[in-house]
């Protein structure tokens, strides 16, 4: 531990877990470089990881044997790349709707965390390409870190947290919490963005958790694991703020929370009107220029 805390102390149990990390792999290596970034991250390093590659059933009988011999390469190729101990990596290659069975598996598993490339696109065009980063987050209430396709992280040592006083936010703070716990020289940023402008010109300003109170509490959990905790706002729209927040900073990751609003007889239906009008999550997946982890509440 290099943050004077012991793995034993009773404070972790109210800090979320990240035991089982799915990672779903196309071929193209963005998750996996983001999976091996994350595994220089002590509490990561504890965790399994399942590999999925899914082969779409699209193709024709005579198609599908080579799909599938593909498929099999990209794994093999994936689980050496990250050089995991043997215990703690598994694979799987499965057939059917990629988007689908990424959600299934993650059911399966019961992953705490699920890591995918994404092309960044922007919501329509989501959709008409179908998009399966946009459905897995759409349809699945786990935890989703998004890496694009032009994004590359060498280490993660400072992270962000998008606050306010939603459960969703208190969420990714755990998370955040989990992960910056045991990294020497950590630091965790939260921002807070004012949207009653009156007037104001945006900037960035550096606080005291005092004076905010949506800072408050999470300051207070950041210091009992001893992680080094800066306050940050902004005034302008939400979504512009934290990804400008976020370059200017140079945030290694960005958590941004997403309460779940759907009801509960559309949970298996892509939420339409999230796609296609203003997402505050759909506009930091496709601008932020570092990986987004996106966590919402379960309901």
């Known amino acids: 531990m290099t943050n004077g805390k012991s793995s034993k102390q009773p404070e972790e149990q109210d800090v979320m877990m990240i035991e089982k990390i799915l990672l779903a792999v196309s071929g193209l290596g963005h998750a996996e470089e983001m999976l091996k970034t994350l ?11 399942t590999v999925l590659h899914v082969v779409p059933d699209r193709y024709s009988a005579e198609a599908m044997t080579t799909k599938w011999e593909e498929g099999g390469k990209i794994l093999a190729n994936a689980i050496q790349y990250l050089n995991l101990d043997p215990s703690k990596v598994s ?11 990424v959600c299934e598996v993650a059911n399966e598993i019961d992953a705490d965390l699920i890591i995918m490339g994404s092309r960044g696109l922007k919501r329509l065009q989501s959709i ?5 980063s946009q459905y897995v987050f759409q349809l699945s209430s786990r935890p989703m870190l998004l890496v694009k396709d032009d994004i590359y992280v060498k280490k993660v040592n400072r992270i962000m947290v998008a606050m306010d006083n939603s459960d969703a936010a208190k969420h990714c703070l755990s998370l955040a ?17 004012n949207t009653d ?3 104001k010109e945006s900037e960035i300003t550096e606080i005291t958790p005092e004076q905010n109170p949506v800072f408050a509490t999470a300051y207070a959990e950041a210091k009992k694991y001893g992680v ?3 306050c940050i706002t902004s ?8 990804c400008r927040l976020a370059d200017e900073w140079k945030v290694d990751l960005l958590l941004l929370g997403s309460p779940d609003r759907r009801p509960s007889i559309a949970k298996n239906l892509v939420d339409i009107d999230r796609l296609l009008g ?12 570092c990986p987004v982890l996106l966590a919402r509440t379960t309901g």
């Open 278 to 289: 203003a997402s505050l999550s759909d506009y930091v997946r496709v601008n932020a220029t």
């Open 128 to 132: 008409l390409s179908n998009s399966v």
């Open 197 to 199: 402008l009156r007037g």
């Open 177 to 193: 919490l989990f992960l910056l716990r045991d990294i020497k020289g950590g630091e965790l940023l939260l921002a807070n963005i």
């Open 228 to 230: 080094q905790t800066r």
């Open 235 to 242: 005034n302008g729209k939400p979504g512009e703020e934290i």
């Open 39 to 49: 595994t220089d991250v002590p509490s990561i390093q504890r965790s399994k990881v």
């Open 91 to 101: 694979s799987i290659l499965r057939q059917g709707d990629p988007k689908r069975v």
